[in-house]
């Protein structure tokens, strides 16, 4: 069955400061990949996604994610965080083909930024 | 452009009380769509999902039923609340394999 781990439950890092959310994903084909932001209180906001093609793919608000296939991982990163971008972010794999276009969300990792 | 509605936006309930939350998509034609809940401080749990009029797949038993009357309307209801029913209620269409998210309702049971 379809799942995924984001390992991370919470992660602090400092503004201006790197950052990188690990996502791991069980899936039998090729998947689709998904990373949603989320702000209190206010629904899912789509970051990036991945269907086919390059592996290294860009998103809204500076950030990117990888997609590795021999790891199966899809671990999203920003080389610059700022204070905005404090929030929870969930990684999702689409459930397959003749699934109702469902989504498989992983736990969430909540971001907090120190200034 | 696409957008859905959700409301209301805050709702506090008794127990035992009905429930009645809905949602609808503007600008796409037979999208699919979604009921999620998120208890505090966990994830998403998809709770129903409707590829089309009057087609609902239950995903969890519970005390919640969903209802697509219309194209572009989808209902989520209950008879009878339970505490365990409060959480924040995210609907959710989908096209092209991409799900696009309201902006959720805050319920209280009491």
């Known amino acids: 069955a379809q799942s995924v781990t984001q390992p991370d439950i919470h992660i602090t890092v400092s503004e201006g400061a790197s950052l990188e959310l690990r996502c791991n994903y069980s899936y039998g084909a090729t998947p689709y990949l998904f990373w949603y932001v989320q702000s209190p209180g206010q629904g899912l906001q789509l970051l990036l996604k991945?269907?086919?093609?390059?592996?290294l793919v860009q998103g809204i608000k500076g950030f990117e994610a990888e997609f590795k296939r021999s790891q199966s991982s899809f671990n999203l990163r920003k080389p610059s965080v700022h204070w905005s971008d404090a929030a929870e972010y969930f990684c999702a794999v689409g459930a397959g083909r003749n699934q109702g276009g469902k989504l498989i969300f992983g736990q969430g990792t909540e971001l907090s930024v120190k200034p | 452009s696409q957008t859905i509605h959700q409301w209301p936006a805050t709702l506090v309930q008794p127990v035992g009380s009905p429930l009645s939350l809905e949602c609808t998509v503007e600008?796409?034609?037979?999208?699919?769509l979604y009921w999620y809940r998120q208890a505090a401080g966990r994830g998403l749990q998809l709770l129903f999902y409707s590829v089309g009029i009057g087609q609902i797949s239950s995903e969890v038993p519970q005390n919640l039923s969903a209802s697509r009357p219309q194209d572009r309307q989808f209902i989520l209801s209950s008879k009878k609340l339970l505490l365990s029913d409060s959480g924040f209620y995210l609907c959710?269409?989908?096209?092209?394999?991409?799900?696009?998210f309201g902006a959720g309702t805050r319920l209280s049971v009491l």
């Open positions: 600008g796409t034609s037979n999208p699919n």
């Open positions: 959710a269409w989908g096209g092209q394999g991409i799900q696009y």
């Open positions: 991945y269907f086919s093609g390059d592996t």
